[in-house]
């Protein structure tokens, strides 16, 4: 079991390695200065970025082309060998092209080389050899460090397609950052599973109109109570009279005043007392715009279960951590 591990471990250090490598690389001006420009390229693209490669540097370059589509960059991945079948034709004059082939000398890509110099396709190289058919041939290659693999025989890629997928992960998300992709842009892409949800907006789910548990701060305390009961959030809202939220009284605040006057008059305690007289003024509130995994982490970080949504300083809604929890926010 020790050796098992202790090559697990060694895998893993090799891999640090390797991005710590890379990391260290970013320093030297010429590095630095292709993935600028290749940044600048993909930014100004009227088209789209056509993500290529064979092997392991395929199954990466098919998921950066996803990395990069779903943060606001278009983009797509073309197989090499469908490319020399007709797959050419998917790409124009207006699209850029990411190849990746760590040799550099892909054989496969060879069509998809003559094509682009054909038709004034741009192309970026990623690579590790500087001096490689398709380093020579591109218009811009970013020359990675010759990794060592975490294969014992230097063989298998596993080092060099992480660094690969490093590289152009933080290219994706600098090209994000570059064009203000907004959490609610991302949404449009994201619209299910739990990422959908994460990014959900608080006004999509919370309760409105007639469910919301409102009274006026001047009601008697016996109407709160009625409130609260009737519609079981456990916290009732309270409004002046332009129906802004001035307060909340919830259902232990009633328990506890209750308590307080045990030995008093029960009809002064539940008739005559006005709710702005126990109320809790400054409650936690949220705007519908607000994203829902926001909204679960206030609510979870001041463990309280409810709050109001406001528009203008108005309740409109009202959303609860069961709500949040229940659309698969967590």
């Known amino acids: 079991?020790?050796?098992?591990?202790?090559?697990i471990r060694?895998?893993?250090?090799?891999?640090i390695s390797g991005l710590e490598q890379f990391q260290s690389a970013l320093d030297d001006a010429t590095l630095a200065k292709s993935i600028a420009g290749a940044l600048d390229l993909i930014y100004n693209m009227k088209g789209r970025l056509i993500v290529?490669?064979?092997?392991?540097?395929?199954?990466?370059?098919?998921?950066?082309a996803s990395t990069f589509a779903s943060t606001g960059t278009p983009a797509y991945f073309v197989h090499p060998a469908e490319a020399s079948h007709g797959d050419l034709g998917m790409?124009?004059?207006?699209?850029?092209?990411l190849l990746l082939s760590w040799s550099g000398e892909t054989q496969e890509l060879s069509?998809?080389?003559e094509y682009s110099k054909r038709y004034n396709v741009p192309m970026i190289a990623l690579t590790a050899t500087k001096n490689s058919t398709l380093a020579d041939k591109?218009?811009?290659?970013?020359v990675l460090p010759k990794v060592t693999e975490s294969c014992p025989h230097n063989l298998a890629p596993t080092t060099s397609a992480l660094v690969q997928l490093a590289v152009g992960d933080a290219m994706a998300v600098t090209l994000l950052r570059m064009k203000g992709f907004s959490t609610a842009a991302f949404r449009e892409?994201?619209?299910?599973?739990?990422?959908?949800?994460?990014?959900t907006p608080v006004g999509e789910i919370m309760h409105t109109r007639d469910t919301l548990p409102l009274c006026a701060q001047s009601a008697p305390i016996i109407d709160v109570l009625g409130k609260s009961s009737e519609k079981s959030f456990g916290v009732v809202g309270l409004t002046d009279d332009a129906g802004a939220l001035v307060g909340i009284i919830t259902d232990g605040d009633i328990r506890r005043y209750i308590t307080t006057k045990s030995d008093g008059s029960m009809k002064q305690a539940m008739w005559e007392t006005q709710a702005h007289e126990i109320m809790t003024r400054g409650s936690i509130c949220f705007t519908s715009d607000q994203?829902?995994?926001?909204?679960?982490?206030?609510?979870?970080?001041?463990?309280?279960?409810?709050?109001f949504v406001l528009d203008g300083g108005k309740p409109v809604g009202l959303i609860t951590m069961l709500q949040l929890l229940s659309a698969g926010v967590a």
């Open 1 to 7: 079991m020790s050796d098992t591990i202790n090559h």
């Open 10 to 15: 060694n895998a893993i250090t090799n891999n």
């Open 52 to 64: 290529a490669g064979m092997g392991k540097s395929g199954q990466i370059a098919r998921k950066l």
């Open 91 to 97: 790409i124009h004059a207006d699209d850029v092209l």
């Open 111 to 113: 069509d998809i080389l």
């Open 138 to 142: 591109s218009d811009i290659a970013i």
């Open 189 to 199: 892409f994201h619209p299910g599973g739990k990422l959908g949800a994460v990014l």
């Open 291 to 307: 994203l829902s995994a926001h909204a679960l982490y206030v609510l979870q970080e001041n463990k309280i279960s409810t709050a």
